[in-house]
């Protein structure tokens, strides 16, 4: 099964409430720009934050360009999460036009 997901397969099943979506970025790059919905746990916390984190949803992860959130997902898929990578990243998602928070957010480098 494939574990990624497209910007725009991520924006759809956010708006449906289907996927609990995580920033895993560093605290700079989340307060420059960031997805509306998203909740944010940095990488280096998401070990501790794992039982925070429903079983029973999907789980999609997101960094910058995707390298970060790949680690993420392979971890999670391991320990049971149906856990998922947003390909591309917020880079991605950003290029393909879909909105970032706040208005005037920004992809910043990591």
Do not use: K
Request: hydrophobic share 40%; net charge negative; proline share 5%.
């Amino acid at each position: 099964m494939d574990s990624d997901y497209t910007p725009q397969q991520v924006a759809e099943l956010l708006e449906q409430g289907a996927i609990q979506l995580i920033d895993v970025r560093q605290p700079h790059e989340h307060d420059a720009g960031r997805i509306a919905g998203a909740r944010y746990i940095e990488l280096t916390q998401l070990t501790a934050q794992a039982e925070t984190i429903d079983r029973d949803q999907p789980v999609v992860f997101y960094c910058r360009v995707g390298g970060r959130s790949a680690m993420a997902t392979e971890a999670f898929r391991g320990a049971g999460f149906d856990a998922h990578n947003m390909v591309g990243g917020l880079l991605e998602w950003d290029a393909t036009g879909l909105p970032l928070e706040p208005a005037d957010g920004y992809v910043a480098a990591d």
